[in-house]
């Protein structure tokens, strides 16, 4: 026997559903926002600012705590916050817009458009293409000391990069690498005509409505409700410095809000349409999001100990890896005591955007998953924040452990070389600038001034190696080691294992 059900039927018990789904979805929504507001508490972080979309439609925009841990405000949706590599999906879909507009293809030679580009090694000079600056495939190691210490602007940081020697095989590896990012801003500028603050206002944020975006910190100033980084210092949340990646704006500059971000990424996900009518075209949506390359364990996330991906790779401007069968796309940012993430699950049409203002607090991992986990699947597989936690507590102690075994390496009760006003003077590099070192005769000790504005207080160690410790807080420590001529004068210093060698200025 066959049961029939007419069309008005199905539409009769689709009626009787609809609400409740309703119901079950907003139970998701506060069973969410508690778990965030607790989540937030637990990893000890000022203020979170969260955006959740699916099937177009903003589920939560909300902050959580204070801009500053000393007496700030409370966040809400629009406070602002930087961006940081959150920003690279940007240069993406703003690259695709030259794209569906004939004036650059994913494939033309960045020659082609910035003839004075140039790399250590003629022959990647001469074959790079658009869609390498986005994969971090290049061949060239970490430079991000070329803009850290606020030393160089954009145009010297691309010639000093320029002479860089390659770290690994043309397309034969993986590093992140965020001048190249640098390099796709000066590709837009050049096929756009416009200034990258220009592009970014017009073709971007004016179109989608990002009313409270901005894509540099210098338009932000004076701008009261933001967000303010912090930082551990002596195991106390701390307010700190503010980190500017203004030299290197494509690469992560941009700030914005909970509010905006749901609007970009309901955007995102409905395959780049805006108000009914496709935005960019799909082809050229679905290569943003296609997989480019492979990203090996030791250059992805610890995240994946517990997701256990099959693949993990790398689109324009996204991470890329499996979860529970379905693609996840997203991607981190990070500035000194400030984070972001930004994950969409497409084939579910979910996303979430996480803003923070703690050092690395990998909170917003554990709130992504957890969203991908209630919305998407219905059934957490896991306390993603309590075994997050867990797990960046494990990483943390073995650091621990490793700068203990390390210092007891030290060879104790040995002196410099030379007394302390022969290491004195400015030591230069042909690419990563100066190092002025000087004796501050109050206490005895020297200084080392990195590039404009870091400042390292140098210890001795053994023999001729100091050890520095950063003024800003993070960065850690750093040794220091002298080397002498064969006259017993000193002629050079290494930071870091001879990773960065300078030679003093006679």
């Known amino acids: 026997m066959s049961v029939r059900y007419s069309a008005c039927s199905f539409f009769f018990l689709l009626g009787l559903l609809l609400p409740f789904w309703g119901i079950s979805q907003s139970s998701d929504i506060a069973q969410l926002d508690s778990y965030i507001d607790q989540a937030r508490k637990d990893w000890n972080v000022p203020g979170l600012s969260i955006a959740i979309v699916q ?41 695709g817009t030259l794209v569906d507009a004939g004036l650059v293809d994913w494939d033309d030679l960045v020659i082609d458009h910035l003839p004075t580009f140039k790399l250590s090694v003629p022959y990647i000079t001469h074959t790079l293409r658009v869609r390498d600056l986005f994969t971090h495939n290049s061949g060239m190691g970490n430079a991000d000391h070329l803009w850290v210490n606020g030393e160089f602007f954009a145009d010297e940081i691309l010639e000093r990069f320029s002479k860089l020697s390659f770290s690994y095989p043309y397309r034969g590896g993986y590093t992140y ?24 206002q017009q073709r971007i944020y004016e179109p989608l409505g990002l009313d409270n975006t901005y894509p540099t910190y210098r338009y932000i100033q004076g701008l009261t409700n933001r967000a303010y980084p912090h930082h551990f210092v002596y195991g ?38 805006l108000d009914g009518q496709q935005w960019l075209r799909t082809e050229t949506w679905k290569e943003i999001f296609k997989p480019q390359v492979l990203v090996p364990e030791s250059g992805f996330y610890p995240t994946s100990k517990l997701t256990q991906p099959n693949w993990m790779s790398y689109g324009l401007g996204w991470f890329q890896h499996d979860y529970r069968g379905e693609m996840v796309q997203f991607h981190t940012g990070s500035l000194n005591g400030t984070i972001a993430i930004c994950g969409l699950l497409p084939k579910k049409n979910i996303g979430v955007y996480v803003f923070g203002n703690l050092d690395h607090a990998e ?9 991908f986990d209630v919305l998407g699947f219905g059934d957490p597989v896991r306390d993603w924040s309590k075994d997050l936690k867990s797990l960046y507590e494990n990483i943390a102690e073995e650091a621990r452990q490793r700068v203990t075994d390390f210092e007891q390496n030290r060879q104790i009760n040995t002196q410099p070389s030379l007394d302390l006003d022969a290491y004195t003077g400015t030591y230069t590099h042909p690419v ?69 060698h300078f030679r003093k200025n006679k």
């Open 236 to 273: 106390q949340v701390t307010t700190i410095e503010d980190m500017i990646a203004d030299p290197i704006a494509p690469a992560g500059a941009s700030w914005s809000c909970a509010h905006d971000m749901g609007r970009w990424m309901t955007f995102l996900l409905d395959t780049a349409r």
């Open 363 to 371: 909170v917003r991992h554990a709130i992504m998953y957890q969203v």
């Open 177 to 200: 690498q965020n001048i190249m990012y640098l390099v796709a801003g000066k590709v837009i500028e050049k096929v756009s005509g416009l200034s990258w603050p220009e592009f970014m």
């Open 55 to 95: 099937d177009g439609k903003v589920l939560l925009s909300k902050g959580y705590g204070q801009s500053r841990v000393d007496g700030g405000d409370p966040v809400g949706d629009h406070t602002l916050f930087a961006m940081a590599s959150t920003t690279k999906a940007m240069v993406a879909v703003g690259m």
């Open 432 to 500: 990563w600038g100066t190092v002025s070192i000087v004796e501050n005769l109050s206490s005895g000790q020297l200084t080392a001034q990195v590039g404009e504005i870091t400042y390292m207080d140098l210890q001795h160690w053994h023999y001729d190696v100091f050890r520095g410790t950063y003024r800003t807080a993070g960065f850690g420590n750093q040794l220091i080691q002298f080397h002498l001529n064969q006259e017993g004068q000193v002629n050079g210093l290494d930071i870091g294992n001879a990773l960065y």
